[in-house]
């Protein structure tokens, strides 16, 4: 006999996929209630010069960082590695910019 799954457990996405059906029936409100802090009172100007990145292969890695370093962004809010990965590729494309000369 199946296991019976709870309503709202049957209502979560799967890993790595939005209950679009879910998402459409929240009110603005109860989303920018659950957003972090930082993203609260976002001025558009923000998005100015924003990229588009399409998901690319991740492979996973053992890193030594500093324990100050991985304090400092798990601090900051939740997913640390995530913004680890985005603060190294920005830095990463900052270096690789060809330099003008003056």
Same mark, same amino acid.
């Given at each position: 006999?199946?296991?019976?799954?709870?309503?709202? +457990?049957?209502?979560?996405?799967? %890993? &790595?996929?939005?209950? !679009?059906?879910? !998402? *459409?029936?929240?009110?603005?409100?109860? /989303?920018?209630?659950?957003?972090?802090?930082? +993203?609260?009172?976002?001025?558009?100007?923000?998005? /100015? &010069?924003?990229? *588009?990145?399409?998901?690319?292969? %991740?492979?996973? !890695?053992?890193? *030594? +960082?500093?324990?100050?370093?991985?304090?400092?962004?798990?601090?900051? &809010?939740?997913?640390?590695?995530? *913004?680890?990965?985005?603060? !190294?590729?920005?830095?990463?494309?900052?270096?690789?910019?060809?330099? +003008?000369?003056?």
């Amino acid at each position: 006999m199946p296991i019976a799954i709870p309503p709202k +457990l049957a209502e979560q996405p799967s %890993r &790595g996929r939005a209950n !679009l059906k879910r !998402l *459409r029936r929240t009110a603005d409100a109860v /989303i920018a209630e659950s957003s972090p802090p930082e +993203l609260h009172n976002l001025s558009p100007a923000v998005w /100015i &010069g924003a990229e *588009r990145v399409p998901p690319i292969e %991740r492979r996973p !890695l053992t890193l *030594r +960082l500093d324990a100050h370093v991985v304090a400092w962004f798990r601090a900051h &809010g939740p997913r640390a590695e995530t *913004r680890m990965q985005l603060t !190294l590729r920005a830095y990463m494309k900052r270096i690789t910019r060809p330099r +003008l000369i003056d």
